[in-house]
């Protein structure tokens, strides 16, 4: 099996420590990466009674959780469609994410949070926030690992992945289709089952890694091309600068991007900053944006302002922009208005056709962003592993038995609001429950499958 080629990853000297020390030590499954997907998996794999080692480079356990949801974690969402779970979740192949979050659903996570009296409320459309801080939830993964005697390597740094087949006359009990050896700072661990929970790209500075994707890479599976998703939107310097005084003003929006089948839009608030677009609007629309497209904007949904002008203009002599300011911020008005010399004029005195053309600009409003913010500021990572490479009921590799992928390292990507989340828990759990089930050698196993076809 070319598996067994060793890879090697870029190593980060280790002022710390001292090297690896050689003695390996075996467990039932091995899990890279203690963030919200491993830590999760970790805690059911262990009441399942097996021996699970968590490692991490991190300094700091789960910082991603810290930080989430500005710093109260929004950690799931009861708007989750339980008839079409899939709904709320962007991947090339759409139905993968079902299974999983079809069988750990936001209610399981809720009772687990209510079950470790963990305070929480619901903000806006679905989404739960702790009351307090996320600070509760990782401490409450952290107790979970810790009652399961999940060991944890934190601060530990990965130097390679290795699989070796078994031996076809390996005395294994129970049966192993081989190891996975994995290299650390701290030595060797070795397990029959691998389970990758590395995360996406985003926010490089608290622990995110390609670690993940160089893993598939290694074993040959697929890779969806990533970048950066829920990230505020840039745009260049001449188009931005009439709206540069902007920055700071939030008003609720419908923001759609797209054409034919692939038009979208959400109806959320958005955010003018010094380069460009935020808000939850935005962050939702960079997900489905794509590289040179144009946004249309709509800064006064559900209003028919040509309509509403032409009315004013009945019984007001107000300048355009005070006019406005009726329906948009004072600033947003003043600004906007400056764009055309027919606009500066008082109400009254202004043509039909200019009003429209007013209206028009602000209902539908085409701007095309040059980039993102990246994943300095992206919430969240686009594309990933090859969802058609893994079984949707366990997230094992097909061709790869024992390899597991969970959480954001996959190209399964959730809506802004507590959806990310919920897949990190839900395809942690489904993976949980497969590596619960007995070892099967692959041999056997096809055998089987082919007995009972
Ligand atoms: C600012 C911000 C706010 C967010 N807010 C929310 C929110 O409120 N609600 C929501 O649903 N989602 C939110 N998200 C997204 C959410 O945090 C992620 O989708 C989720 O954490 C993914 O879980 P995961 O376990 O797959 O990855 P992570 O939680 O990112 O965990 C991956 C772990 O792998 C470790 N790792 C990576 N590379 C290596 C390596 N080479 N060696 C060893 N270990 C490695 C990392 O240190 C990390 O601990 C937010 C994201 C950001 C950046």
Request: proline share 7%.
């Amino acid at each position: 099996m070319h598996h067994s080629t060793p890879t090697p990853f870029p190593s980060r000297p280790s002022p710390h420590r001292p090297s690896a020390e050689p003695a390996s030590q075996t467990f039932d499954a091995i899990i890279l990466g203690a963030g919200a997907a491993g830590l999760f998996c970790a805690a059911q794999a262990g009441k399942a009674g097996l021996r699970i080692l968590l490692i991490d480079h991190a300094r700091k356990l789960a910082e991603k959780i810290r930080i989430s949801g500005g710093g109260r974690s929004n950690f799931t969402n009861r708007d989750l469609d339980p008839r079409a779970p899939q709904r709320h979740y962007l991947s090339q192949n759409a139905h993968f994410c079902r299974s999983a979050l079809s069988r750990f659903t936001p209610q399981d996570f809720v009772a687990l949070v209510q079950a470790h009296g963990i305070g929480f409320h619901e903000k806006h459309k679905g989404q739960l926030f702790c009351d307090h801080s996320s600070n509760d939830l990782i401490d409450m993964l952290d107790r979970l690992c810790q009652q399961q005697r999940v060991q944890r390597w934190q601060h530990c740094r990965i130097e390679r992945v290795d699989f070796q087949p078994a031996a076809d006359n390996a005395p294994e009990h129970p049966p192993a289709h081989g190891h996975y050896q994995i290299h650390t700072e701290r030595g060797l661990a070795t397990a029959p089952r691998l389970v990758v929970a590395t995360g996406g790209l985003s926010i490089p500075k608290i622990g995110a890694s390609d670690l993940g994707y160089r893993i598939a890479r290694q074993f040959g599976i697929g890779l969806i091309e990533q970048r950066p998703g829920l990230v505020p939107l840039t745009f260049d310097a001449p188009t931005w600068h009439p709206f540069k005084s902007l920055a700071g003003i939030s008003l609720p929006a419908r923001i759609a991007t797209g054409v034919g089948k692939n038009a979208t839009h959400f109806d959320e608030d958005l955010l003018f900053t010094h380069r460009g677009l935020s808000g939850p609007g935005i962050l939702q629309i960079s997900s489905y944006w794509q590289p040179g497209q144009p946004l249309c904007i709509d800064l006064l949904p559900g209003l028919d302002l040509t309509a509403s002008l032409q009315q004013a203009r009945q019984h007001s002599r107000k300048l355009l922009a005070n006019e406005l300011a009726q329906w948009l911020p004072a600033r947003l008005a003043q600004t906007w208005t400056q764009q055309s010399p027919a606009w500066q004029q008082p109400i009254d005195q202004t043509a039909d056709k200019a009003l429209r053309q007013l209206a028009d600009s602000l209902q539908q409003w085409h701007i095309t962003p040059s980039g993102t913010e990246g994943y300095a500021k992206a919430e969240v990572t686009l594309g990933g592993v090859d969802t058609r490479a893994l079984s949707s009921q366990s997230m094992e590799c097909r061709q790869q038995p024992g390899l597991f992928f969970i959480g954001e390292v996959l190209d399964v990507t959730g809506w802004l609001g507590g959806y990310n989340f919920q897949w990190a828990w839900a395809s942690a759990h489904a993976c949980a429950q497969a590596l619960a089930q007995p070892l099967i050698p692959a041999t056997v196993a096809d055998s089987t499958k082919r007995r009972n076809a």
